[in-house]
Each structure stands twice: as C-alpha cells, then as structure tokens.
C-alpha cells in the first residue's frame, strides 16, 4: 500500500511541469471573443485641414461633427480624446464649440461648450501646430515624405473622413485623391478600428526640414516608453507571475488531495449582419467575392455592419453554425456567425469583485481605445482617440497615474 502510493507521489511529480505548460498555454491562447456592444456614438463628419508651414511643422485644425446615439450607458457626452501623432504639439487653440482643451501629450482631451444627448451632434473645432512629422530622403534622395494617420477610434464609426493639404510645392502623393484648387482632399469613410495612412513628398529645399526634427529621430517619445513599460509589465505578468501563481495552485492540489473540481461551459452564438457595396465607393470597381476590401484603392466595401438576434432573422435555423452564409435574398448581404464558448454560471461565490454605478460601466469607453503600432524609429506618425464621458473614476485613476508629474498644458477660450 504504502509503495502505491509512493508511485501515485512520484507520478504527480512528474507530470507537473506538462500540466503547467498547457495550463499556461490555454490560458493565453484561449482567450473568448466577446460580442461587440451596440455603438454609443458615430462621427458624421471628421475634417483635418493642413497648411506646411515654412519651418516645415504642420498647422493642423479638426473640425469634428459627433454624434450622440445612446446617452444612457455613459450619460451625456461632455468632453471627448483625440489622438494627435505625436508629442511634439504647440499652440493648442479651440475655434468652436468647446469650452477648453488639456493638453495629455499623446492626446487633447476636448471639454465641449455643454452637455450633448441622444441624436444630438457635437460639432467642435480646434486646431494646433504639429513637428516632427517628415521624413528626409525617406524612398528617394533629395526628398522628404509626410506620412500621416488621422485619430482612429475602436468602437466608433467615421463617416465622412475628409484631409485636406495645400498642395504648394508637393511633388507627389498617396493615395490618389481629387485637388480642388491648391488643396489636395483625401477622403475615406472608417469602420470602428480602421486607420487610413496618406502621404505627401516634397524636394529637400521646398521647407525648413531638419534632421533634428523628423519623424522618428534617435530620441525616444516619452510616449513610446511609456507603451514599452506597459509591455513590460503584461509580458511580466503573463510569463512569470502566472506561471508561479498556477504552480502554488497546483502545490495546494496536490497536498490537499481535493483536485480541481469539473468546469462546464455553454454555447454562445452571436450573429453578425453585414452589408457589402455592389461597387467601391472610392473607384467604383466590382466587389470581389469574400473581399472586404476594395483590391485596387483599399477602401472598406462594408456598408453597415451590426450585431443580430435570432429572432430577428429571417430562417434562423440556417445561422447555428460557425461560418458565413448569405442572407436569403438579400442583395450583398451575409450573416457571419460565432459560435464562442462562454463559462456556465455558477451558484458558488468566485471570489471576485464586482462594481456598480456609472463609473465602472465606463471603464472601457475611457480607457485608451488605440495604440500607436508605430516604434520610435519608424516612418510613419500615427494617433489614437477614444471617447470619453465625464465623471469617469476608472480613467481618472488611470490618467493620474500614467500622467503623474508631468507638465500639462491648458489652453481655454
């Protein structure tokens, strides 16, 4: 008896490092996708005018309509973040419809004249001067390349999506785009997380361009450590307590005897309902099959896209399965379905926390809904913008911290 269950000791043994290398591994590439909530706001229109100044920085103004579809979930929209490309921001000025601008280094958080409710829309305009925005003998020698990412935003769509530069002594750019007089007008409209990227390339001695202040020089933004400490720290967490945390646990299994107990978990489908233009927007080209983007300009094909019920369908038989169906005879019309794997309920108290009221139902509208995909020492200026509602603890906890010690500007009216 006793060598049993010395076999039984030995066997636990062993198998402990397998155990815990799939443990971890689950965990990290496991993770459910969870159903895209209906949509707070959208962006009527987003306009960025751009004059190069002869310094060569950038006199930027955004004229911005947004917005309000639902004021319950976070209350009326007051103030909002937009992402600017990157740090190196002056002269922070409101034009319309805002009552002051602080300045977050990465972003400008825009308080509004007054309160905005449901199918109101917010219309704010400002401006500032941007540098370190060109790239200098970036594809060809002898000339420089502005490259510039308007603000995206995850869960917002962008209608009407507008840039226009003064095209004075620019030699090329991308993409195509219509010229109205001296102004090149590039225009797109964003589904909620896409980014649009254009460019502009000028000769050398068109401006006052200097090594010292283009786009990703030898020194690091401020901006670009912060995102890599906060790498960091998740990597940290991931690799090292985890994995420790999952050894202790299973420490306790084995002294105790009780093991893990069974888990269960339930069906989720959530039914996506998509609607493709026959014809590009941009180019009018044919949409191809299976494309969501146009193959020769790159503009999204997607008309609407939203989240359905089933009862809500027509034949809703034909949507339990994981894949992409047409939607009966519907014109461009499909149903994407997710079949997810959602943990049962359980009547026993996890142990984990919950916390109610406004503050932390906003938690993920504040918090920072992009990041820049850009290291210090690439090519492109890229942004960020998220929205925001006031009163929000979670975000101010965050901001506080991240920001603490830093100079903050404060332009007002």
Request: hydrophobic share 35%.
């Amino acid at each position: 008896m006793k060598d049993m269950f010395r076999k039984i000791q030995s066997t636990r043994i062993f198998l402990l490092p397998a155990v815990m290398l799939l443990l971890v591994m689950g965990l990290v590439l496991s993770r459910p996708v969870t159903a895209a909530a209906d949509p707070t706001d959208e962006i009527e229109q987003f306009q960025i005018t751009v004059d190069v100044r002869e310094d060569a920085s950038l006199q930027m103004t955004y004229h911005i309509d947004w917005k309000v579809l639902d004021d319950e979930k976070y209350g009326p929209l007051t103030w909002v973040e937009i992402g600017v490309p990157n740090l190196h921001h002056s002269e922070v000025t409101p034009l319309s419809g805002v009552d002051h601008i602080e300045d977050r280094e990465n972003t400008l958080a825009v308080y509004l004249d007054r309160d905005y409710y449901k199918d109101e829309i917010a219309s704010f305009e400002f401006s500032f001067v941007q540098d370190n925005m060109y790239q200098i003998d970036r594809y060809t020698s002898g000339e420089t390349v502005y490259t510039f990412t308007p603000a995206w935003f995850d869960e917002i769509e962008v209608k009407d999506l507008t840039i226009r530069w003064n095209a004075d002594r620019a030699g090329a750019w991308q993409p195509d785009c219509l010229q109205d007089n001296d102004r090149l007008i590039f225009s797109s409209s964003l589904a909620p997380g896409q980014k649009y990227t254009m460019s502009v390339t000028y000769p050398n001695d068109a401006f006052a361009f200097s090594t010292d202040r283009q786009a990703g020089g030898s020194k690091e933004d401020e901006g670009t450590i912060l995102y890599t400490l906060i790498g960091a720290v998740i990597s940290l967490f991931i690799f090292v307590f985890l994995p420790v945390y999952m050894f202790v646990k299973f420490i306790r299994w084995i002294t105790g005897g009780t093991g893990f107990g069974t888990s269960r978990s339930d069906k989720k489908i959530v039914r996506t309902k998509i609607e493709y233009y026959e014809n590009c927007p941009g180019c009018g080209a044919v949409r191809q099959e299976g494309k969501d983007e146009c193959p020769y300009c790159k503009r999204s094909m997607i008309k609407s896209k939203e989240i359905v019920e089933e009862k809500d369908l027509e034949k809703p038989e034909a949507y339990r399965k994981a894949g992409t169906y047409r939607y009966g005879t519907h014109p461009n019309t499909y149903i994407h379905v997710n079949v997810i794997s959602v943990p049962a309920s359980r009547s026993r108290h996890s142990g984990g926390s919950h916390r109610s009221g406004r503050s932390s139902s906003c938690a993920s509208s504040c918090a920072s809904s992009c990041a820049c995909a850009c290291a210090s020492s690439c090519a492109c200026a890229c942004a960020c913008a998220s929205s925001g509602r006031a009163g929000c603890s979670v975000k101010e906890f965050f901001e506080e911290g991240i920001h603490r010690g830093r100079v903050r500007v404060e332009s007002r009216r």
